[in-house]
Each structure stands twice: as C-alpha cells, then as structure tokens.
C-alpha cells in the first residue's frame, strides 16, 4: 500500500513537470560538484556568475514544481570536509546568506529599519574562540555543521591579537585573507609560471589549513570580524547579587536605550522598578554587550581586533552607499565578492529567526556585473610544462569595468563542453568581481568542436582526461616543447642555475632548432656557435656574454640544482629543507623513501611521493647524471653539512625587515641565519625569537608587534655578536 502511494506521488510529480525533473538532477549533480571543488578541494571548476545562474535555475525549478531531490545544494550548506585536521561540530550551523543583486529589493528588505553595509568578503571562514584573554581555539566554517580545528594557524595570522583585555567568553565569526598586495609578492617570487598561485581565496585556504603553522605565517594570513556571536563573563558580568546572569549563545542581552548606550559597552540599569521610581541601588547596575552591530563593531576595535569595513545605512541611503562600495572595489586590497546588510538593531534581526537555509538577520548584495556581448573568435589552446593544455577563448575586444577585455580564460573541456561553446558564437563577457574576465552566457550554442587531436606547440598525440569528473586536455608527449621551455626556464632562472641571457623566448629558439634537448646541452651550446651567432638577436658577443654566464652557473650549490631540477612542489625552501636533512648528499637524497623524506620539515606526503616518482625514472636519473658532469657543486660550508641541532641559530626564529648595512641585501642575511641551522620567517608571531631591525626604535607594525609580544629587536651588529658567541643576549 505504501509504495503504491509513493509511485503514484512520483508520477504525479513527473505529470507535473516531466522536462523539468532530469534537469533538476542535472543541476543539483553539476552544482554538487562544484561545491566539492570549492569548499572540499580549494580549486574553482566554475566561476561564481555560472555557479549562481545555475542555483537560481534550480531554485525556480524547485518552486515550480514543489518538488526537492535528495541531495539539493539548496538545502545543505558546503560540503563535507576532507583533511588530517581534528574536526569539530559547531554550537550551531552556520548557515549561508540569502541574495541579491538588485539594490531595490535591498531597500524592500531593509524597510524602516537601520542597517550595516559591508563587504562581504572572499576568503576562508573561521570561529575564533577566547577565554580569559586568550585565544583558545580557532575553527574553520568547514560544511556549516562540522569544521577543522586551525587553532595553532590562527595564531600566526598577521593581526590577530593573542590576548585581549576582555577576560570573558568571547566567540567571534571572521574572515581569513590573504590581500591582493601579498598574493602578488608572493607571486613575485615564482618565476615558473605554472607554479604560481590561481588566485587570493584558494592560497587563503590551503595555508590556513596546513598542518605546518609555519607554512601559514609565511603567507600572511589575515582575519577580518565580521560578526560577534556571544560574549559573557567579564566586564559583561553581573554586578552585585540578585541579578540575572547575561544570556548565552549570540551574546542576547537586553538592547540599551539610545540615551545610554555609548562607547564600548552600554550600562544598563535594572528595569524592575516601574516609571518614576527611584534609581536602584548601583549594586543592581548591570552592563550588557551593546545591542547595534556597529557598537559591537566599535568595541571589537577597542579590543584590538580589524573589522569589516561597514557603513551604517538606511533604506533613502543604500543606493549612495552600495554606489560607494562599488567605487572602492577597484583599489580594495581585500579580496570581496560582493555586500552583506544586516540590520542595526542586534535584538531585531535574532527575532526574525531563520529559515532552513538562511538567517533573516542578514542579506548578502552581489554586483550587477557589467556584461558586453561580443563574438567568439576562435579557442586558443595554450600548453603548460606540466601537460595541461588550457583553453583560453579569443573575442572581439569589448569595454568592461573601464577596461578593454579580448580574452578569456574557459579552464577546461567540461566548461566548454557546459556552454557549448564554438567558434563565432555570441557571447556575453564579464568581470568577476570587477577584475577577471570570464563568459556568463553563450546566446547561440553552436556546440564544442576542433578539440585539437595533436598539441599545438609539439604535434604529439593529445588525451582528454577526466579527473574528479572534471575533462581536461593534456598533451601525451614527454619531449613537447611546452613542456621543455617551462622546465628549462625554471633551470636558468635567478634562484636555480641563474644563467643570463637565456630568456623564454631565446629557449625557445634554441629547443625548437635542436640545440638543447635536456639541461646538460646547455653547457654545450659552443656546438652550435655559427648557428647561434647567425641567428636574429645574436651576434658575436651575445653569444660570448652567454658563455660566460654558463661557465658561471657551472659552479653552483645542491639547493640551487635541487630547485632547478623542477621536482613537482619543491620550490626553493623545501629545496634547502631537503639538502639540510640529507646533510648534503645528493644520492641519498634521490634514493630516500617517502618516509624518510617526510622527516623533513614541511615535506608532506605528497611531496615525497613526486619526488619518489621523479627518482623511480630512469629517464630522469640519466638526465640528472649527465647534468652532473657538467656542474661543480660547492661543498657544504662546516656548518650546513653538520647535526642541525648542534647549529648555533638551531631553533630560532628571524624576522628581517629594513635597510641591512652588512649584508648585500636582506636575502643574504636570511641565506646565513639558515646556514646556520636558523629559520627566517617574514612575519612577527609568537614563534619569532627575534626581529633584526637596524633601526631598533622603529615605530614600524613589525617592531611594534615584536614590542607587544616581547621579542627582543637586534640591530646587525647585535645579530653578528648573538651569532659569535659574546652577544650576552
């Protein structure tokens, strides 16, 4: 009886809306995916603009048909979490925002009420937890329900204070970010462009969920409060006996009135008495948290902590303010996607309750993209040194955000294959989040054709792969040029073999005429002298000068070579943390196994299992071996081939910052201090032991940090004495 009743619900169900039920499980299926990448994998598959016009669609379809499948993104939040980081369930879910785009219904939403305009902004969500002064635990948003334990990371972010002087419960929701300005340093100093950071919000969650806080201090992670959840105990304590004890839990308390709430924190008298009685006694003198957002804000700053910027509104100024967001986010160093409103009153906003999905407290604004039509030229197919060849779609140049924009990333084959995307298609383009251009809508779909069958650059053999359900197209051939030009432009490059005038597009020429093949041709590019000294560019002392500079990068060191070699995820500090743990031996250290190379600090396992896979190629090995005739290694200086232990900087922690009067530059000093079994580290936490600083009165942040947690600030000269032994330090 019972499943007759079901059968005949599915099929009124699907009488209701036959078309619309597969596409329903289409889009939760598409969406799901994403969210997995997003939220479980830190990598986008999709840009927000299609991820939010497909959750919309799925929307309209669910109230159309009344129907909701199992599985809806609209009614769970994230994903579950995958990771070694000890996993902790929240108090309550934390649920996503509502949204919209359009500044009327903002108003609407708003109505007689005050607001709080903010940004809403793109980074990592944690809850950071303190008691008595103290940052005592820090957890990640995770799936809204479940989060990881990042308590450890949380306290080498760069303006998180690590004591307070409210001695309460205090429980805080911010935003982990790394700024625009630090995500392009760090970008800065990879010169292999495969290697570089995608964008702000993935580095942002992959450093604050390492397992080495260090890892995390070196990336210059930031949290910005954007909402105070409790906060009781401490000055929030009931003064004097026989009154109640603050509420719990999203710090409820009694709203203060307008007359007496200033400040910090309100004082708020007993209200038991009836009108005109006598004030009570000021033992029954109580204070509350403050009942408006922005004076939670204001006692938050008081506190030390960096909080979202806002702006108090009403419905007459939205549109002046969300105008006045929408200017700054051109030069706003902080990556944000978008506005979030809630309403000024603390206790009004909690009264409305939630929905399944949603708090009524809050509303998030997204930007009304400017969007151009234009017209597809053609799909440029552009490989990389790891075998991924990358779609990048070529239009007419249209006018975007001030700028005139032609290209466009598509990222793979499955968002291609999602827009049906062909040449001389219409299409619309955009910003995402007013900076990088992305396709919100194909108009005409004429469908993905011309998938080149052989790599553009080398004529080998392509594969379209599937990984994660996500299609990509990867050239098969191990000897294509693309691949051979990245690898060998990460060779010559400042920080590997450091061989001038051997640039990208000089490499290319000499790869594509057969001069190099694998890196030891390069000292043998004497070979080729007539051919070379023909070519365009070249003459006769162009090709000495290049020489020189080989014979110079001849006489190298380990770490040099060991980064050079381009071992996937070994950039230069893991390239010294490798040569310090095998003290110098290059052949135990390519015959190590995975788990002794895991002893090394920051080599995780998949790290060790790329260079246990470089290492198992005898191809490699080869290539490596005849490298080696060609090269003169320095030896390791006493100290570096020694225990690291038994260094003299074993087990301290620099930070460098200023003009440096003994040293060519700050990056010598650092490569000393680490010679010397020292770590030199760019920002000030707790872990620093000390900050070399010649001007030792500085009022800059970092001396003013090592100030506040009583690191002790070194000129040179100190440093040179600490390092000789008679520092008295």
Not at 221 to 241: K, P
Not at 717 to 727: I, M, Q, S, T, V
Request: proline share 4%; with cysteine.
């Amino acid at each position: 009886m019972q499943e007759n009743i079901q059968d005949r619900i599915q099929d009124e169900i699907q009488d209701k809306a036959p078309d619309r039920i597969p596409r329903m499980k289409e889009l939760i299926a598409i969406l799901s995916e994403a969210a997995k990448a997003y939220y479980q994998e830190s990598r986008e598959i999709m840009s927000n603009f299609e991820y939010d016009k497909l959750y919309d669609e799925l929307l309209d379809l669910e109230a159309e048909t009344g129907v909701v499948l199992a599985g809806s993104p609209t009614q769970r939040v994230g994903y579950e979490i995958l990771s070694e980081l000890p996993k902790e369930a929240h108090p309550s879910p934390m649920l996503s925002l509502d949204k919209t785009k359009d500044v009327g219904a903002l108003q609407e939403w708003l109505g007689q009420q005050e607001g709080v305009l903010s940004w809403k902004l793109d980074g990592l969500t944690v809850v950071l937890t303190y008691e008595n002064g103290k940052l005592v635990k820090a957890v990640t948003r995770g799936n809204g329900e479940v989060g990881e334990v990042i308590t450890p990371n949380a306290r080498v972010f760069e303006n998180i204070p690590l004591q307070i002087s409210f001695k309460g419960r205090l429980v805080l929701r911010g935003e982990a970010v790394i700024r625009y300005s630090d995500f392009e340093k760090m970008n800065a100093e990879i010169e292999d462009v495969d290697a570089k950071y995608k964008n702000p919000r993935n580095l942002c969650s992959g450093s604050v969920r390492q397992l080495n806080s260090e890892v995390t201090a070196n990336r210059h992670v930031n949290c910005i409060i954007f909402a105070l959840v409790q906060a009781e105990g401490g000055e929030f304590a009931v003064s004097g006996s026989g009154a109640s004890q603050p509420e719990e839990a999203s710090g409820r308390a009694a709203v203060p009135r307008p007359e007496e709430a200033s400040g910090s924190a309100a004082v708020e008298r007993s209200e038991e008495a009836p009108a005109g009685a006598a004030a009570p006694d000021e033992s029954r003198i109580t204070r509350t948290l403050p009942g408006s957002v922005s004076r939670r804000f204001a006692w938050l700053k008081e506190q030390g902590f960096e909080v979202v910027e806002h702006m108090q509104v009403t419905a007459g100024t939205l549109p002046d303010a969300v105008a006045h967001f929408a200017h700054a986010i051109t030069d706003y160093d902080i990556p944000s996607d978008g506005l979030v409103l809630t309403y000024e009153d603390v206790a009004y906003g909690e009264s409305l309750g939630r929905t399944a999905k949603f708090p009524r407290s809050s509303i998030a604004f997204k930007w009304a993209d400017e969007i151009a039509e234009t017209t597809l030229s053609y799909i440029e197919w552009s490989p990389s040194r790891t075998g991924l060849i990358n779609p990048v779609a070529v239009f007419a140049p249209v006018e975007l955000e001030g700028t005139t924009v032609s290209r466009a990333s598509v990222h793979n084959i499955s968002i291609m294959e999602g827009l049906e995307l062909g040449a001389g298609d219409r299409i619309t383009v955009y910003k995402a989040n007013m900076i990088i251009p992305q396709i919100a809508d194909n108009l005409t779909r004429s469908g993905v054709r011309d998938i080149p069958k052989i790599c553009p650059v080398c004529g080998g053999e392509t594969q379209i792969r599937a990984e994660n359900d996500v299609k990509s197209l990867y050239c098969t051939n191990p000897d294509c040029q693309a691949k051979k030009i990245k690898s060998f432009t990460l060779f010559v490059s400042r920080d590997a073999l450091n061989i001038d005038g051997l640039s990208e597009m000089t490499l290319e020429k000499f790869i594509g005429a057969g001069f190099i093949h694998e890196y030891a041709d390069i000292f043998h590019l004497d070979r080729h002298r007539d051919e070379i000294v023909e070519m365009e560019g070249f003459g006769q002392k162009s090709y000495d000068n290049l020489i020189q500079a080989a014979e110079r990068a001849s006489h190298t060191t380990l770490v040099r070579l060991v980064y050079g070699l381009g071992v996937a995820g070994i950039g230069l500090a893991n390239a010294k943390v490798l040569c310090r743990k095998f003290r110098y031996d290059f052949e135990k250290m390519r015959r190590a196994a995975a788990e002794e190379l895991q002893e090394a600090d920051g080599i995780g396992g998949v790290l060790a299992d790329g260079w246990c896979r470089y290492f198992a190629s005898e191809k490699n090995n080869a290539i490596v071996d005849r490298l080696l005739a060609e090269l003169d290694i320095e030896k390791a200086p006493e100290d570096e081939g020694a225990d690291a232990g038994s260094l003299p900087l074993a087990g301290k922690t620099f930070v460098i910052t200023g003009a440096v009067e003994h040293f060519a530059n700050r990056k010598e000093l650092q490569e000393l201090i680490e010679a010397k079994g020292g770590k030199a580290t760019g920002s000030v936490t707790a872990k620093t032991t000390y900050l070399i600083n010649n001007d030792v009165n500085s009022t800059s942040s970092k001396n003013k940090k090592a100030r506040e947690l009583g690191i002790p600030i070194l000129s040179e000269e100190d440093f040179l004495k600490l390092l000789d032994g008679d520092g008295g330090i």
